[in-house]
């Protein structure tokens, strides 16, 4: 069965870290992009960054030199560590993994950033 699964939300004061994972299970990460998303109440979805299957790295010009994305083939997983977390980029956190022919979704984790 294919599944995404993400973790690592929460609530964190600005200037704050978080990490979030996404663990995929029924296919195999290596042959994906795969990316982070977020959608803050009120707003359209937005794309945050990206990895591609050679481990370039993409990222919105909001959190670049901000959030660092890195996978692990071997577990399945892919990293979003985020660092000075500012109130702006609360939001659910959706991780997508994409082929030529095939896009999976996760559920989405909340990051709420708040004194």
């Known amino acids: 069965q294919v599944q995404l699964v993400e973790s690592g939300g929460g609530l964190v004061q600005p200037g704050g870290s978080l990490t979030l994972s996404c663990v995929v299970y029924?296919?195999?990460?290596?042959?994906?992009?795969v990316g982070w998303l977020r959608q803050a109440p009120g707003k359209q979805r937005e794309w945050v960054a990206h990895i591609s299957r050679g481990g370039s790295t993409n990222y919105a010009a909001s959190v670049k030199g901000r959030f660092t994305l890195s996978r692990d083939n071997a577990k399945n997983t892919v990293y979003l560590q985020m660092n000075s977390l500012k109130p702006e980029d609360t939001a659910v956190y959706y991780c997508?993994?994409?082929?030529?022919?095939?896009?999976?979704w996760g559920q989405g984790t909340q990051v709420t950033v708040s004194s």
């Open positions: 997508n993994a994409a082929s030529l022919s095939r896009n999976y």
């Open positions: 029924g296919f195999t990460l290596d042959d994906y992009t």
